[in-house]
């Protein structure tokens, strides 16, 4: 992914019944135990979302980068840079909160990538990829099938839009890449909390034209009666109200006490060094 080949190690695979493992020197146990997260995640993602799989599906494992991130291609493969396993500490790992390990998190999120282009792919598919699902709703469904659900920096992020009336898609300069993924993650529970737990699976596995393309808001009105529009209208009232009342009942911080600095330096993560 990154624009070149790394021939200075060598690369190894083995599969499981669902997913073919391919790593590099050094990530034997590791691969083993990605192996072992995958086939736990793989029941509870095409459950939740009707959709198994007919093929195996390469999950690559690379420490040759300082990269923490992961992506998927497709429901071809996905591809994770292991330095954020470093990161998985007693306190939760990259994010502020939750008890869930990295590893199992990120093969969650990007196996539901997978399996969400698997079920919304079109024949057009071998020549260009699909762009039919929103990248909110992608986003936000990885993070809702995520193990450790609704956690409080989800909270706080929403919380700070809608008492500053921007909530939505983008907005709140450096926190733009986080509204995508929490507000579809949002709007997503809030989907499944008016229309039913299958909600999610109805949307993916919804209607197509009378060519073969996937045609999300179509899928939605078909699922919920509703359209994406007047739903979205709901979900952004709904939390402004929420979030507003609890908001007027708070204290600003300069009313508590008078503040020690005007400025400060946050850290959002610290390592060891070698």
Known sequence: PLGANRPEVSWHQFS?????VIYHDGLDSIAREAANVAEAVYPVVTGNLRDPLANRVKLYLSDLDDVQNAFAFGDDH?????????????????????????????????????????????????IFPSASVPRWFNEGTAR????????????????????????GYDGLGRLDGVMLYETGHS????????????TLARIVNGRRDGLGFYDFELAVKQATGESMGEIYADWQRTLTVMYS????????ADEI???LTERFNFITGARISP
């Open 144 to 167: 809702f099938m995520e193990p450790d659900g609704w956690t409080p920096d989800i909270d706080q992020v929403l919380r700070v839009a809608a008492v500053n009336a921007r909530l």
């Open 245 to 252: 009342a609890q908001y007027g009942v708070r204290e600003e």
């Open 257 to 259: 006490a008078p503040p």
């Open 16 to 20: 499981t019944d669902h997913f073919v």
């Open 187 to 198: 709007i997503l529970r809030y989907m499944t909390w008016r229309f039913g737990d299958s």
């Open 78 to 126: 996905m591809y994770i840079w292991l330095r954020g396993i470093l990161d998985d500490l007693t306190l939760g790992g990259i994010r502020s909160s939750g008890r869930a390990k990295w590893l199992r998190a990120v093969i969650t999120h990007e196996f539901t990538h997978i399996v969400i282009a698997h079920a919304t792919k079109e024949w057009t598919g071998a």
